[in-house]
């Protein structure tokens, strides 16, 4: 078993950057597969991207501006987001799935983190 827990989240001018990281206490979650998923007020929470191993899946909202990436000696996984637009604000998740494959099905991610607030602002 594994805990995500976020971090990075914060209240950007639209343009700007931020970095997400996910960092996992107990257990190892190298062999994870690890997504971001973000929720924005009366939306459904949506995938962004996933990473397991060096296979990465991204949304085609953040392709080319968002990258996912990891230090498995920190047990730790980044989200580099770049040129942010105000509908990029939402609750942004950490999420880990114990099977092969990246999905993009929330329901198929067994451990969350609490999420960090991203607020980009026009």
């Known amino acids: 078993q594994v805990q995500p827990v976020e971090s990075g989240g914060g209240l950007v001018q639209a343009g700007g950057s931020l970095r997400l990281s996910c960092a996992a206490s107990g257990r190892t979650f190298s062999s994870y597969v690890i997504g971001w998923f973000r929720q924005a007020p009366g939306k459904e929470r949506e995938f962004v991207a996933g990473?397991?191993?060096?296979?990465?899946l991204y949304a085609d909202s953040v392709k080319g501006r968002f990258t996912i990436s990891r230090d498995n000696a920190r047990n730790t996984v980044f989200l580099q987001m770049n040129s942010l637009k105000p509908e990029d604000t939402a609750v942004y998740y950490c999420a880990a799935r114990g099977r092969a494959g990246i999905t993009y099905g929330a329901n198929e991610y067994d451990y969350w983190g609490q999420g960090t607030q991203v607020t980009v602002s026009s």
């Open positions: 990473i397991r191993w060096s296979s990465t």
